[in-house]
């Protein structure tokens, strides 16, 4: 396959310097790779958590029943549980079939084409490399809640159980029957027909210092008879009555995935033999082959952003690593970004870097770094960077990013224990405000082999993203796949959609362009890379921060080339620095409001009838006294 993508790469853009930098990427990466694989292992007590180590819970639930169940509603929610974490992997596992069980209640709580789970605490399996890798289990305890109709709905029916949980997935199959709980009669009554909510919430090592959490929401439909669809105005009629447009559509939709690995740090694999994180820099594909396959599977843009640790070769820290070649192969990154870019006309191909650690800390995207960032030093005492950032410092980080013009987004953010700064989660600062952009609101799984944009895998940090909102943070949502397979932009539709000024005809969307587009915030994430969402208020674009009196119109438009419709729409309000919570205020795709005086910021959700989701960035409004 590297041979025919290379191939094909160089008949195409025929420039030979891509060529050298290949050959010296070859030769230094094998360097890297060896010497972290003679660096010497700490003892297990000393070790903390590799990446991608952390718990790890989704839901899959079905949007409507199928066909079949129309009179009942019934369909059955997939919870799935995997815990790699513990301490850090020394080959990947090669094991990934088995079955398990865990203890629930419910009406069928049952694993299915899960993982083993071991009971004993800890599992061990043999990778392809043939070292032994010890996974420690976890207890889980999860509790899926079904309530509604309507966001301030009761509670309807409720599942839960306890399992022991690895680093294979453990896959619970829940069974509902379209009813509520029981009653004080013993009752249990078909729920009404309305917009349900499903809310996943899954605790490792519950009462203990290495407890951790994962929440998931999602939405269901429950229809037994005709319903309305909302009425939503098109997407171009939206855009055409803005007024600083004068009735021109002035901007092109770029659809991105910014948020993806390659061989330059622990992505790459083929997807035949990716089983997980690889070891940095072992596997075979880098940026120019994920250029190659985002763009001739429809994406306009990706963004090659690497672990700004494994540049030296290790997910930990190698102390024989060579500073010089850590910095050389970022800017070797950086340079295939831009040539991938210039020999292909209508792609835009960028580079940047994942910085930070799960573990008591955050990872974030810098999108246009041109120097690498990072913390770790060789045994000589050598930092592995260009420029030093201490571990965990977010907010002298933050202050950096602001200094330099550089850009952020917050990766696939938890609600609680990330982004600290003065001990408080996604804790603001002015400097953060400046320069992170925007909050990953819905990813894919990073492991998926699925190049059929049909993974199932999905989490939703639309909470988390909230908090941000109102802790005072500006941005706007971004929706990608955090590939670590070769599938770059396939595992499914979902993309990050940003609003570019067009060029002029014929000219390709420039790197300025694009992060200017993201600046401002004009960006909405989408599940669909066919829809197009428009949110304004009072004629201002989303994204954008205006003074405000008397009332504001709120409205939404949407469109989908492939004839999706709108099912449901909401419009949400929150106080940007309030740290209070973030409410929906309307179902309707339009809304006129009187703010009270002070900061607002609105934006919109609607869920399509095959229940994918498109957020729109927030509109940021500071009402005035009248």
Same mark, same amino acid.
């Given at each position: 396959?590297?041979?025919?993508?290379?191939?094909?790469?160089?008949?195409?853009?025929?420039?030979?310097?891509?060529?050298?930098?290949?050959?010296?990427?070859?030769?230094?990466?094998?360097?890297?790779?060896?010497?972290?694989?003679?660096?010497?292992? /700490?003892?297990? *007590?000393?070790?903390?958590?590799?990446?991608?180590?952390?718990?790890?819970?989704?839901?899959?639930?079905?949007?409507?029943?199928?066909? *079949?169940?129309?009179?009942?509603?019934?369909?059955?929610?997939?919870?799935?549980?995997?815990?790699?974490?513990?301490?850090?992997?020394? #080959?990947?596992? *090669?094991?990934?079939?088995?079955?398990?069980?865990?203890?629930? +209640?419910?009406?069928?709580?049952?694993?299915?084409?899960?993982?083993?789970?071991?009971?004993?605490?800890?599992?061990?399996?043999?990778?392809?490399?043939?070292?032994?890798?010890?996974?420690?289990?976890?207890?889980?305890?999860?509790?899926?809640?079904?309530?509604?109709?309507?966001?301030?709905?009761?509670?309807?029916?409720?599942?839960?159980?306890?399992?022991?949980?690895?680093?294979?997935?453990?896959?619970?199959?829940?069974?509902?029957?379209?009813?509520?709980?029981? %009653?004080?009669?013993?009752?249990?009554?078909?729920?009404?027909?309305?917009?349900?909510?499903?809310?996943?919430?899954?605790?490792?090592?519950?009462?203990?210092?290495?407890?951790?959490?994962?929440?998931?929401?999602?939405?269901?439909?429950?229809?037994? *008879?005709?319903?309305?669809?909302?009425?939503?105005?098109?997407?171009?009629?939206?855009?055409?009555?803005?007024?600083?447009?004068?009735?021109?559509?002035?901007?092109?939709?770029?659809?991105?995935?910014?948020?993806?690995?390659?061989?330059?740090?622990?992505?790459?694999?083929?997807?035949?033999?990716?089983?997980?994180?690889?070891?940095?820099?072992?596997?075979?594909?880098?940026?120019?082959?994920?250029?190659?396959?985002?763009?001739?599977?429809?994406?306009?843009?990706?963004?090659?952003?690497?672990?700004?640790?494994?540049? %030296?070769?290790?997910?930990?820290?190698?102390?024989?690593?060579?500073?010089?070649?850590?910095?050389?192969?970022?800017?070797?990154?950086?340079?295939?970004?831009?040539?991938?870019?210039?020999?292909?006309?209508?792609?835009?191909?960028?580079?940047?870097?994942?910085?930070?650690?799960?573990?008591?800390?955050?990872?974030?995207?810098?999108?246009? +770094?041109?120097?690498?960032?990072?913390?770790?030093?060789?045994?000589?005492?050598?930092?592995?960077?260009?420029?030093?950032?201490?571990?965990?410092?977010?907010?002298?980080?933050?202050?950096?990013?602001?200094?330099?013009?550089?850009?952020?987004?917050?990766?696939?953010?938890?609600?609680?224990?990330?982004?600290?700064?003065?001990?408080?989660?996604?804790?603001?600062?002015?400097?953060?405000?400046?320069?992170?952009?925007?909050?990953?609101?819905?990813?894919?799984?990073?492991?998926?082999?699925?190049?059929?944009?049909?993974?199932?895998?999905?989490?939703?940090?639309? $909470?988390?993203?909230?908090?941000?909102?109102? $802790?005072?943070?500006?941005?706007?949502?971004?929706?990608?796949?955090?590939?670590?397979?070769?599938?770059?932009?396939?595992?499914?539709?979902?993309?990050?959609?940003?609003?570019?000024?067009?060029?002029?005809?014929?000219? /390709?969307?420039?790197?300025?362009?694009?992060?200017? #587009?993201?600046?401002?915030?004009?960006?909405?994430?989408?599940?669909?890379?066919?829809?197009?969402?428009?949110?304004?208020?009072?004629?201002?674009?989303?994204?954008?921060?205006?003074?405000?009196?008397?009332?504001?119109?709120?409205?939404? +438009?949407?469109?989908?080339?492939?004839?999706?419709?709108?099912?449901?729409?909401?419009?949400?309000?929150?106080?940007?620095?309030?740290?209070?919570?973030?409410?929906?205020?309307?179902?309707?795709?339009?809304?006129?409001?009187?703010?009270?005086?002070?900061?607002?910021?609105?934006?919109?959700?609607?869920?399509?009838?095959?229940?994918?989701?498109?957020?729109?960035?927030?509109?940021?409004?500071?009402?005035?006294?009248?």
């Amino acid at each position: 396959m590297r041979g025919q993508l290379c191939g094909q790469l160089w008949r195409q853009a025929k420039w030979v310097a891509c060529a050298c930098i290949g050959v010296f990427m070859l030769v230094w990466s094998n360097s890297a790779a060896a010497q972290a694989a003679l660096a010497p292992v /700490p003892l297990a *007590g000393s070790v903390e958590p590799g990446e991608h180590s952390e718990l790890d819970a989704t839901v899959q639930a079905p949007f409507h029943a199928a066909p *079949g169940a129309r009179a009942t509603q019934a369909r059955t929610f997939i919870v799935r549980l995997a815990y790699p974490g513990g301490i850090s992997r020394t #080959a990947e596992s *090669g094991d990934t079939g088995g079955t398990g069980r865990a203890a629930g +209640s419910g009406d069928t709580a049952g694993a299915a084409g899960g993982g083993t789970v071991g009971s004993a605490g800890a599992a061990g399996s043999v990778g392809s490399a043939g070292a032994l890798t010890a996974h420690m289990a976890h207890p889980v305890a999860w509790r899926l809640t079904l309530s509604g109709p309507g966001p301030q709905g009761a509670v309807r029916r409720q599942w839960s159980g306890r399992a022991s949980v690895g680093a294979r997935t453990v896959s619970l199959a829940l069974s509902w029957d379209g009813r509520a709980d029981a %009653d004080a009669r013993g009752r249990r009554a078909q729920v009404a027909d309305g917009l349900y909510q499903l809310r996943l919430l899954a605790v490792a090592d519950p009462g203990t210092p290495q407890e951790a959490q994962v929440e998931q929401q999602w939405q269901i439909q429950v229809q037994r *008879g005709r319903s309305a669809a909302p009425r939503v105005p098109a997407f171009h009629t939206g855009l055409q009555q803005l007024p600083s447009l004068d009735g021109q559509a002035d901007y092109r939709i770029v659809y991105a995935n910014l948020h993806s690995q390659t061989r330059h740090s622990d992505g790459g694999a083929a997807l035949d033999a990716c089983r997980g994180a690889q070891e940095p820099q072992t596997a075979p594909f880098g940026p120019i082959d994920a250029y190659l396959y985002a763009q001739h599977h429809g994406l306009d843009v990706l963004l090659a952003s690497e672990h700004n640790h494994m540049y %030296d070769g290790s997910d930990g820290t190698n102390p024989l690593a060579n500073p010089a070649e850590a910095k050389a192969l970022y800017q070797t990154g950086l340079a295939e970004a831009a040539a991938y870019t210039a020999a292909h006309p209508g792609f835009l191909a960028l580079y940047g870097m994942e910085w930070g650690v799960i573990n008591k800390g955050g990872h974030l995207n810098l999108f246009n +770094s041109d120097q690498l960032l990072g913390w770790e030093k060789n045994a000589r005492g050598e930092l592995l960077a260009d420029v030093e950032t201490p571990k965990g410092d977010y907010a002298a980080l933050y202050a950096l990013m602001r200094e330099r013009g550089w850009l952020g987004q917050f990766n696939h953010p938890a609600y609680a224990g990330q982004f600290l700064v003065n001990g408080q989660p996604l804790g603001y600062t002015p400097a953060g405000d400046a320069a992170m952009v925007l909050c990953e609101v819905m990813n894919t799984s990073a492991f998926s082999t699925n190049d059929q944009e049909t993974e199932n895998r999905r989490s939703n940090y639309e $909470a988390a993203c909230n908090r941000a909102l109102a $802790a005072g943070y500006h941005v706007a949502f971004s929706s990608n796949q955090d590939n670590h397979c070769a599938n770059w932009g396939a595992a499914y539709g979902n993309r990050t959609a940003v609003l570019v000024a067009s060029p002029a005809a014929g000219t /390709p969307v420039s790197r300025d362009s694009f992060l200017e #587009a993201l600046r401002a915030r004009r960006v909405f994430a989408t599940m669909d890379k066919h829809a197009q969402l428009l949110f304004t208020a009072n004629g201002k674009l989303m994204g954008e921060r205006f003074a405000s009196h008397g009332p504001l119109h709120l409205a939404t +438009s949407f469109s989908n080339s492939a004839g999706r419709q709108a099912a449901v729409v909401a419009i949400f309000h929150g106080v940007p620095g309030g740290n209070g919570s973030v409410t929906q205020i309307s179902d309707q795709a339009e809304l006129t409001v009187t703010p009270a005086p002070g900061p607002h910021f609105y934006y919109a959700r609607l869920t399509q009838d095959d229940g994918n989701i498109v957020w729109s960035a927030p509109v940021w409004v500071n009402q005035l006294p009248e």
